[in-house]
C-alpha cells in the first residue's frame, strides 16, 4: 500500500495477526460488568499490596515504589527480567503508596512528587488497568515498562531482541555474527497501526493494549519502542512520552487506561482497542485529571474531496493539551473522532503522512462538532504541481526509495542494505528504486540525476523541489546544476533533535526545499544529459550514519 514504506496492512496483521493465529478465544468482554469473583479482594504481606482479581491473575505492588513486582497468571510468575520490577521509566524510587477496594474494583494508587499513577483490578478478569498522570517535568520520558521473565514466550520478533555480540551505537544497537543489526527501537510499527502489542505462546497470551495516546505526542506516525526481547527476557511498552526523533513538545496530564491483559492466547478483547474501551466504573475513582464521556465531545467529517485515491487519508487534531486521529474511509473521505476533550484544535488532513490541509475545529463537552466537505485545494497537494520529471511522489514518506522500507527496523549498517550509492537516469524506469531514501555528508553526498530537456524546457527557468520527511544534525541538501550553477545553502528546518535514521524512524517534520534554477544553468544541446549533484551541508554531526543527514520524500523539477 502507498503512503509508508512498509504498508499498513503489513503492520497491522504483524500484531494483531501474529494473535488471531495463536488462537481464537479472548478474555471475557470487560464491558459486560464484573461480577463479584471468589477470591477476589487484596491483601498486605509487608511489603507488597496483593491483589486477587478472583479470575486466574493474583499481582503484587511494592509499598514503598509502587512497582509491580509479581504477576502471577494460573500458577505461573511472569514478572521480572535482570532483577529488575516492572514500572513507570526505570522506577519512581520512593513513593506514596495506597490502596482501596469499591464493590468490583481494587485501586492502587501511586503517589511520587508530582506524578501519580494508578492500578485497578476488575472481579472477574484478568486484566491490570493502569492510568498515569504527569503534571509536569519532573520525571523525564514517560512510559510504562513492563518486564516480562526470560523463556516465557518465544522471540517473534527478531529485528529487536537486543542480545548480540558488536555494538554498532550508543549501546542500544548491535549487530549479530552474520551483519544483521538488532535495536528496541526497531518496533516498525506507528502509533496508528497497531491496537496492543505482546506476545502468545498458543496457550498463554501477554499483552499490552496501548491508551488512545491523547497526552503522548508525536501525532499518529510517531514510532517507539514496543517490545523487546534479550537473553535475560522481553519488555513491553506503553509509551507516554519519548523524546527520540520527538516532533511534539510534551503534553502533560492523565493518560490510559492501558491495560496489561492475559488470555488463553488469543487476542485481547476488542472493546480494549485504541484506547476506545468505556470505564465508566472508572469515573468514581477520583483519579487525578480524569475525564468521563460525559464531558467529551466528538469531531466528525461528512467527507474529503480532492483525494488521490492511490494514498489512505488520516485526519488528525492537536493542540498543546492532546491529540486525536481517525482514518477516513476510503470510498469518500468520511471521519470520525469520538471522546475527545473541549478545546480548540488544529485538523490536519494528510495523504499517507503528507499534511495537505488544516484547518481550526473547537470542540464542547457532550456535542458532536459536525463539519461539511473538506476540499484539499491544488496547492495542498505539491503532486498536483506539472512537472518535467519526478523521482517518488509526495506523499510525507521515503516509500519506494532504495532501502526504505528495511529502514524501520534495521541500521543503515545493515548487511541486508543495498549500497548507499548509485546514479539515477530519469526515464530508466527505476529513477526511484535505484535512489537511497537516505542522504549523509559522510556516505553518499554528491548523488547525480542525469536528465534530458527539450529545447523549449532548456530555454527557461525551473523550479526544483527536494521535499525530505525528517533530518539529522541539521542535514539539508544543496544543489548544482551541470557544475555551472550552485544554489545557496537553505536554512535548516525545524527538525527533532535526537537520531532519528538509525534508530528505525523517517519521521520529523515534512519540508519542502525550493531552487530556482536559472535557464543559463540548463545545457543547450538537447542531445546531451543534464546532470543535477545533490550534496548534504552542515557543520554537525559527526561521521559515517551519524553525519548529518536526510530522508527524501520526493525530487521533481517543475515544468
Not at 19 to 42: E, I, M, Q, V
Not at 206 to 220: F, T
Not at 418 to 439: H, K, M, Q, R
Not at 545 to 552: D, E, M
Request: one cysteine or more; a neutral charge.
Amino acid at each position: 500500500m502507498p503512503g509508508s514504506p512498509d504498508s499498513a496492512v503489513t503492520r497491522r496483521a504483524f500484531v494483531v495477526g501474529a494473535a488471531a493465529a495463536a488462537g481464537s478465544a479472548a478474555l471475557a468482554g470487560p464491558l459486560a460488568g464484573a461480577a463479584s469473583a471468589a477470591g477476589f479482594g487484596w491483601s498486605d504481606d509487608g511489603s507488597h499490596y496483593v491483589v486477587d482479581t478472583g479470575a486466574d491473575l493474583v499481582f503484587k505492588v511494592g509499598k514503598t515504589n509502587g512497582d509491580l513486582t509479581s504477576l502471577v497468571y494460573k500458577g505461573t510468575e511472569y514478572q521480572g527480567y535482570g532483577g529488575k520490577n516492572s514500572h513507570i521509566e526505570s522506577g519512581l524510587g520512593s513513593s506514596t503508596v495506597g490502596i482501596r477496594q469499591s464493590g468490583a474494583t481494587i485501586l492502587v494508587s501511586v503517589a511520587h512528587g508530582t506524578l501519580r499513577h494508578y492500578y485497578a483490578a476488575r472481579s472477574g478478569e484478568n486484566n491490570v488497568y493502569l492510568w498515569t498522570h504527569k503534571a509536569d517535568s519532573s520525571v523525564s520520558a514517560t512510559r510504562y515498562i513492563l518486564r516480562v521473565k526470560a523463556g516465557m514466550f518465544l522471540n517473534d520478533q527478531p529485528d529487536s531482541y537486543t542480545y548480540a555480540p558488536t555494538t554498532v551505537e550508543a549501546a542500544d544497537v548491535f549487530r549479530k555474527a552474520d551483519g544483521q543489526t538488532r535495536s528496541k527501537h526497531y518496533a516498525r510499527l506507528r502509533a496508528i497501526d497497531y491496537d496492543y502489542t505482546g506476545w502468545s505462546t498458543g496457550g498463554v497470551g501477554l499483552w499490552i493494549v496501548r491508551s488512545n495516546h491523547e497526552k503522548a505526542s508525536g501525532g499518529p506516525f510517531y514510532r517507539s519502542l514496543l517490545r523487546h526481547q534479550s537473553a535475560d527476557g522481553g519488555g513491553l511498552y506503553e509509551i507516554l512520552y519519548y523524546g527520540e526523533n520527538q516532533t511534539e513538545a510534551e503534553r502533560y496530564g492523565l493518560q490510559g487506561p492501558y491495560v496489561i491483559a492475559f488470555t488463553d492466547g488469543g487476542a485481547p478483547s476488542s472493546a480494549l482497542y485504541h484506547g476506545m474501551l468505556t470505564t465508566p466504573w472508572a469515573d468514581s475513582l477520583g483519579l487525578s485529571g480524569y475525564v468521563p464521556d460525559s464531558g467529551r465531545g466528538r469531531v466528525a467529517g461528512v467527507g474529503i474531496a480532492g483525494r488521490d485515491t492511490a494514498y489512505p487519508y488520516t485526519v488528525g487534531l492537536a493542540n498543546a493539551a492532546a491529540q486525536y486521529w481517525s482514518a477516513a474511509r476510503a470510498s469518500d473521505g468520511w471521519f470520525s473522532i469520538p471522546r475527545v476533550l473541549p478545546g480548540t484544535y488544529t485538523l490536519t488532513v494528510y495523504k499517507g503522512e503528507l499534511a495537505v490541509h488544516s484547518t481550526r475545529v473547537t470542540v464542547a463537552a457532550g456535542a458532536t462538532t459536525a463539519l461539511n466537505t473538506i476540499t484539499i485545494p491544488a496547492s495542498g497537494d505539491p503532486s498536483a504541481a506539472r512537472a518535467i520529471w519526478r523521482i517518488g511522489d509526495w506523499n510525507g514518506t521515503p516509500s519506494g526509495f532504495k532501502n526504505a522500507d528495511l529502514m524501520t527496523y534495521a541500521h543503515p549498517s545493515d548487511v541486508r542494505a543495498a549500497p548507499w550509492t548509485g546514479n539515477v537516469v530519469i526515464g530508466s524506469g527505476t529513477e526511484t528504486s535505484a535512489f537511497p531514501c537516505y542522504l549523509w555528508k559522510d556516505v553518499n553526498s554528491g548523488l547525480l540525476v542525469h536528465f534530458r530537456l527539450t529545447a523549449a524546457q532548456a530555454a527557461a527557468a525551473h523550479l526544483l523541489r527536494i521535499g525530505v520527511t525528517t533530518a539529522f544534525a541539521n542535514g539539508r541538501p544543496q544543489v548544482t546544476v551541470n557544475d555551472t550553477w550552485t544554489s545557496p545553502i537553505p536554512s535548516p528546518p525545524a527538525q527533532p533533535t535526537t537520531r532519528s535514521l538509525t534508530v528505525g524512524s523517517y519521521r520529523g517534520n515534512n519540508h519542502t526545499f525550493t531552487y530556482s534554477v536559472p535557464a543559463s544553468a540548463w545545457r543547450t544541446d538537447t542531445g546531451r544529459y543534464n546532470v543535477l549533484r545533490i550534496d548534504v551541508v552542515s557543520g554537525s554531526g559527526t561521521t559515517g550514519y551519524l553525519s548529518a543527514g536526510t530522508a527524501i520524500d520526493a525530487i521533481d523539477l517543475l515544468a
